[in-house]
């Protein structure tokens, strides 16, 4: 939307040069395209529960120079060395001052808001009171509700800034050359092809748009980020990047057909070195990273089984899972556990829905734990409880048909094995891996009832 909207207004001001009428245009596009987005989307925002829950501000968290070109410096280099091209061919060079200016006063805006922000948050008055010693924690905000005072958070929150400048450095140059540049559409010529050196093409302002925003995204993180569960900027970092490396990635491939075409002679074959040694460095991830998790390229090891590794550790599991596949389809109770983990195994390798799977994720991805309810506490009751009544109770609850008794319910729970053997069915069994069926409910509650005369 907001891309849409630059695009727009950049080719008004090309036409008609700046007005304030421009920016009532575009908020009037943003409205407009927000609306529709709405709309569009609202089958899938009426189920919808975000984990998000307003901003904080970072005052603590921002990404280190080295890791900013770690991620993004393929794309930087030639967009870079495009950039300074573009000004070195420009008749007006002063409007890299008014590009400084611009950068300098967005960055430090936001720097400004951080800080009013965490102010605003915990009050005014506790945030402001008399300066105590410099700390540096992981999180200010927490020290802060701990009752560090507001005046040493700021010291420290620009003390850790001051002292790792690469990537907000990075950033003011980027935007100063590129406002620089934008700057100049009002004044300069434009069309499909170039005519002459000071010239710019119709599809450097798209690329330039595609930079802007780009810049936009990486910026916001360094001093406001999204607050979720996890009280970090990891998610915000997630999503705001990935967009921006698109949005570069476009305009990168873009920068490195114009530059190799249009520089000549020995810069060209400078150029050229630059970008095949920056490619080869780029690529230095794919060859190791792929030669690590082949195991040095053992194609004997390889498979496109995605369950040929459950094999390797847990054999039982893996027949149980073969079983499951050509099993009568039900609700399956398993071991609750930890994400990125073996729990929830059976559910995730047969598309069997389970009673709950991952906690954490289910609760992050539901925006709170509330849909889940007790369904942890009850699955547990299920495996160590003695009393069949209360077991019996849950499984009707979730309408449960396969109960699975194996290594990670032995080790996650105190198993009581004698109400399973005595009320339910097993109908898989093997090494320390058994399944067991409930009995449909009429006829199991019939049962119940004839052993009950019987005993």
């Known amino acids: 939307m907001g891309l849409y909207g630059a695009v727009v207004v950049l080719k008004r001001v090309q036409q008609e040069g700046w007005k304030v009428e421009l920016f009532w245009l575009l908020m009037r596009i943003g409205i407009a395209l927000g609306v529709l987005g709405v709309f569009v ?81 915990v009050g005014l008055p506790q945030f402001f009171p008399s300066a105590a010693g410099l700390r540096n924690g992981a999180n200010l905000l927490m020290e802060l509700q701990a009752g560090l005072d507001g005046f040493t958070l700021i010291v420290g929150s620009l003390a850790r800034r001051l002292s790792q400048p690469g990537t907000w450095v990075t950033l003011i140059a980027l935007l100063t050359l ?26 450097d302002g798209f690329v330039l748009a595609l930079l802007f925003v780009g810049a936009g995204l990486v910026l916001f993180p360094e001093f406001i980020y999204l607050k979720d569960q996890f009280s970090t900027r990891m998610n915000t970092i997630f999503k705001f990047y990935f967009q921006t490396w698109i949005l570069w990635g476009i305009a990168a491939a873009y920068a490195s057909v114009v530059l190799w075409r249009e520089l000549k002679k020995i810069w060209k074959g400078i150029y050229g070195a630059v970008w095949a040694l920056l490619i080869v460095c780029a ?19 390889l498979s496109l089984d995605g369950t040929a590794y459950i094999g390797v550790y847990a054999p039982e599991d893996l027949a149980a899972i073969h079983w499951f596949r050509q099993a009568p389809d039900g609700v399956v109770m398993e071991a609750v556990g930890g994400s990125y983990s073996g729990y929830a ?31 942890q506490t009850d699955i547990e009751t299920v495996y160590q409880s003695s009393r069949w009544e209360e077991t019996q109770l849950i499984l009707k609850k979730y309408q449960v048909r396969y109960v699975v008794v194996g290594s990670l319910e032995r080790g996650a729970y105190r198993v009581n094995d004698a109400k399973f053997i005595q009320h339910l069915i097993p109908v898989f069994s093997q090494g320390n891996t058994v399944i067991y069926e409930v009995p449909e409910y009429e006829s199991m509650s019939i049962s119940l009832t004839a052993r009950g005369k019987n005993e």
């Open 41 to 121: 989307y609202l089958p899938f925002y009426t189920g919808f529960a975000s984990q998000a829950g307003g901003f904080l501000s970072s005052l603590a968290f921002f990404t280190r120079g080295i890791h900013f070109w770690v991620m993004f410096g393929t794309l930087l280099v030639p967009i870079s060395i495009y950039l300074i091209w573009l000004w070195l061919g420009s008749a007006n060079r002063k409007k890299l001052f008014t590009g400084l200016k611009f950068a300098l006063a967005l960055v430090g805006g936001l720097w400004l808001f951080s800080f009013l922000a965490a102010a605003a948050m």
């Open 178 to 203: 590129i406002w620089a540049l934008i700057s100049r559409f009002s004044e300069v010529e434009t069309s499909a092809v170039k005519k002459d050196k000071g010239s710019l093409l119709i599809s």
């Open 283 to 301: 690529l230095a991830y794919p060859v190791f990273g792929l030669r690590s998790q082949t195991g040095g390229f053992r194609m004997k090891d």
């Open 345 to 375: 195994r059976m559910a995730t390798h047969t598309g069997l829905p389970n009673v709950l799977g991952w906690p954490g994720h289910e609760s992050q991805w539901r925006g709170g734990a509330e849909e889940m309810g007790s369904r």
